[in-house]
DNA sequence: GTGGTCTAGACCACA
DNA sequence: GTGGTCTAGACCACA
């Protein structure tokens, strides 16, 4: 489930982990009412820091994608991927932004929109 | 000249300096032979350290976008311009990442082309 | 391991440092995925201001050499080898204009031929 | 005389202007007993700091290179040209470290002689 | 514990 | 005056 977390990237551990949840919910992997590996099962399959688990987990439940179910542990939310939906909208601007920053730069409209159109298709 | 510098932001002070300065190039506001504020004059009239601003210089300076002048400050290089255009080329990939998150999301390839026609325009 | 720096040399104490750890790697004393000494211990060791140890490192990040793995040390990279190979061919213009300076204060080509000889041997 | 100092060199002026006398030596372009411009006449010339001269001249002096003649100016003295052909040999060892250090980053023995091969032919 | 950033302030070479 | 290096020491994020 997590076989992918790189401890050698610049991204932080807590985040790729969280970033892994988010991609399994968007890919329905994960659906409303799924329950989440355990913390201590986590650390003892991947050998990652039981702080690091947690710190991913208490980010995703702020982000009311997951919540806790006293003494049974963490399930997916009802609302989870309209959450995440709503999330990536609100990252446009981040969107434009770096396009902008290209453009300044000197990068053609034709190579930015490129670029684009093939992650969209 | 740095007057948005924002000490509490999550991006380190000498970076937000470093990438003023980059903007200021893109902008022609800077060109080929200007000089930059000297370190202690930034200092007085920013209240920022000496070394932030000093790393920052360094850090543009081993992107070989200044250069020093022994006893008479910092100054743009010619090839300053084309420098960040090579820079910004390469981060192109990033782009694509980005777009690819915020469909993998849900947001439609309708909205994430015309956040982006909107920036290079 | 850091033994033999010299705190009164002309060379930057950041960059002997750094000079020292290239050496380990060119010569496999260091490997790709080696952790290097702690910024912390090297400075109890060695009584060298962290920051100066840092800066050190920062510039073996800058160029690829190591790089951090958050809350665990620094660690060499994969392909440091390489980049220190691509960086030597590199200077070889540096050898040529050295060789060219004593040929023309009057060393002969065998003593000059005669010095280099004796390097690749 | 002094037109090619390039005051954007990471190589300090006084350095530059005495590299260029000494060039001159070895060159036969000044002989023993040739008087060198004032300091006064290079700093009106070049707008050059007549400090930045006044250390050139320093370190030509101290090197015995050239030799002041009270009231009269800086002559370029009996063995100059001996001195910087021994200076040139006590640089050998440096050529050697060079080499060394190329080949000790897998650059080739015979890329290595090539390069110093060109220049001394 | 580990690296990353920052402030405060000193000293040096160069111009 | 100008950048470059360095020490001393603090605080933060991450694991």
Chains 1, 2, 3, 4 share one sequence.
Do not use: C, W
């Not at 970033?19 to 991947?46: A, F, W």
Request: hydrophobic share 40%; glycine share 6%; proline share 6%.
């Amino acid at each position: 489930m997590f076989s992918m977390i790189d401890t050698h990237s610049r991204m932080p551990i807590f985040q790729q982990i969280a970033e892994r949840v988010k991609e399994m919910i968007r890919s329905d992997i994960l659906v409303p009412g799924d329950k989440l590996p355990s913390v201590r099962g986590l650390t003892s399959e991947t050998g990652i820091n039981p702080n690091t688990i947690q710190k991913a987990y208490d980010e995703l439940t702020s982000m009311g994608l997951i919540e806790p179910s006293a003494g049974k542990g963490m399930f997916v939310t009802k609302n989870a991927k309209e959450i995440l939906y709503a999330e990536a909208k609100s990252r446009l601007p981040e969107l434009t932004a770096l396009a902008k920053d290209l453009a300044a730069a000197g990068v053609s409209p034709e190579e930015i929109l490129n670029a684009v159109k093939d992650a969209v298709k």
